[in-house]
C-alpha cells in the first residue's frame, strides 16, 4: 500500500509516519512545505490512501489562512482527479471549524471541499475535526498550550495564563494516531458525516499547569504521579519528553556510613516506596520488626542471607540470596529480621516497603534477630 501524508514534518505527520513504520507500512510518501513541489504529481497518482495533515494555523496575514487550508487541498483533489485516483482520503480539520473566525471558516471551507469531492468522485472522505492535541514533538509557543507549558516549566520558564478556569478538550497523539491507523484499515470512528477520535479529555489551563509544576516537583521529592489517571499518565509522558537536554538525571541523596549506603530511590502514597541498600562484605543490616509495614528484598548483586525470627519464637528461618539467582524474599509483619552480606564486594538489594517512611510513625522496633 501506498500512503501519502500531508504535512508529513508536523506534529502529527511524525507521530503517525514513525508509528506507520513500526506496523510495517513502509511505502510512505512524505510530503511537506520545502519538499520538491515536482514530487506531489507523481505521490498523488500512485497512492492508495491519503492522510492530508497539512495546514496553517499560525500565519503571516489572514489570506494564508485560505491560501493553505483551502488552496492546497483543492491542489490535491484537482490530482486525484486527473488520474481518476479513487483512494480514500483522511483529512484533519478543527473543531475550530465551527466558528466565525479566519481560521475557523478556512478548515470549514476545506472540509466541504471534500465532502462535495467525496459525492462527485466516490472517493471515501474521512473528515477528522481534531480537539486540542497534546504529547510529545509538539512545537511549544505556537498553538499548543499543553506544549508550551511543558516546555516552559522543564525549562525554569515563566508561563502565562490569563483565565484559569477556561477548559480545553484535549485528545492524546498516540490515541489520535491508533485512530488515524484504525481509519486505514477501514475501522474509522464515524460519528454522522465527520470521524471523531475514539478518546478525549477535560482539563481546565489551570488543572493543567498544576500538574505539569507537580512533575517537576515529584523529581524532587522522588515521587511519582498517579498512574492509574490516563490523563495524568499521558501528561507525564509528554511533559518528560520536554526536558533539557542536560537534565534528564537528578541525584538522589545517599545516606552513607561505614555499613554501605541507603538511598530512597521512589516514594509514593498508595503504591509504597523503593529504596537500593548497599551492605558491604561481613556487614549485617536490620534487625527490627514491624507491626504493620512489610517489604520486599531483592538482592541483584552480591550474595548473602536473610534471617528472621517471629518476635515470639527462637526458631531462626534463613534465606540465601544471590545476585546470580534473582529471587524475591517478602518480610513479613510480626518478624524481626536481617539480611548479611557474606560475600567479599559489596551487596546490593532492592527494597520495596508497602509505605513510604514516616519518621513520625516509623512501626520499625529494634530486636536482635
Given at each position: 500500500?501506498?500512503i ?164 480545553l ?37 489551570g ?16 515521587t ?27 541525584e ?11 538511598t ?39 550474595k ?25 524474599v ?37 530486636l536482635?534477630?
Open positions: 500500500m501506498n501519502l501524508v500531508t504535512g508529513a514534518k508536523g506534529f502529527v505527520g511524525k507521530n503517525l509516519i514513525a508509528e506507520l513504520k513500526n506496523r510495517g507500512y513502509n511505502n510512505i510518501f512524505e510530503y511537506d512545505i520545502d519538499t520538491d513541489k515536482n514530487l506531489l504529481e507523481g505521490y498523488v497518482k500512485e497512492c492508495d490512501f491519503i492522510y492530508h495533515l497539512a495546514g496553517v494555523n499560525r500565519p503571516q496575514n489572514e489570506e494564508e489562512f485560505m491560501q493553505g487550508n483551502f488552496g492546497f487541498t483543492s491542489e490535491l483533489l484537482t490530482l486525484l482527479k486527473r488520474y481518476n485516483n479513487k483512494s480514500p482520503i483522511l483529512i484533519t480539520s478543527s473543531i475550530q471549524a465551527k466558528l466565525d473566525n479566519p481560521y475557523g471558516r478556512s478548515k470549514k471551507a476545506g472540509e466541504d471541499l471534500v465532502f462535495n469531492f467525496g459525492k462527485e468522485n466516490g472517493n471515501k472522505t474521512l473528515v477528522y475535526r481534531l480537539p486540542n492535541l497534546f504529547g510529545k514533538w509538539c512545537r511549544p509557543n505556537y498553538n499548543s498550550a499543553v506544549a508550551t507549558f511543558c516546555h516552559n516549566i522543564a525549562n525554569d520558564l515563566p508561563i502565562k495564563i490569563n483565565d484559569p478556569n477556561v477548559v478538550i484535549l485528545a492524546y497523539i498516540d490515541d489520535v494516531v491508533e485512530d488515524f491507523i484504525n481509519a486505514l484499515e477501514g475501522k474509522e470512528n464515524r460519528v454522522g458525516e465527520f470521524c471523531e477520535v475514539s478518546k478525549t479529555y477535560t482539563a481546565s489551563l488543572q493543567i499547569a498544576e500538574l505539569i509544576y507537580s512533575f517537576k516537583k515529584s523529581r524532587e521529592e522522588r511519582i504521579p498517579n498512574m492509574s489517571d490516563e490523563f495524568t499518565k499521558k501528561l507525564y509522558s509528554t511533559y518528560l519528553s520536554y526536558l533539557p537536554k542536560d537534565k534528564f538525571s537528578y538522589l541523596k545517599m545516606n552513607v556510613d561505614n555499613r554501605g549506603s541507603f530512597e530511590f521512589i516514594r509514593t502514597i498508595d503504591k509504597g516506596q523503593v529504596s537500593v541498600n548497599i551492605s558491604k562484605p561481613g556487614i549485617t543490616k536490620g534487625n527490627h520488626w514491624h507491626h504493620t509495614k512489610n517489604e520486599k528484598f531483592l538482592v541483584v548483586s552480591g548473602g542471607v536473610i534471617r528472621f525470627r517471629r518476635i515470639d519464637s527462637d526458631e531462626v528461618i534463613e534465606y540465601y540470596v544471590s545476585g546470580d539467582k534473582l529471587e524475591v517478602d518480610i513479613p509483619p510480626g518478624y524481626t529480621h536481617n539480611i548479611e552480606n557474606l560475600g567479599d564486594t559489596d551487596m546490593v538489594t532492592i527494597m520495596w516497603a508497602n509505605e513510604p517512611f514516616d519518621k513520625e510513625k516509623p512501626d520499625t522496633y529494634y536482635e534477630v
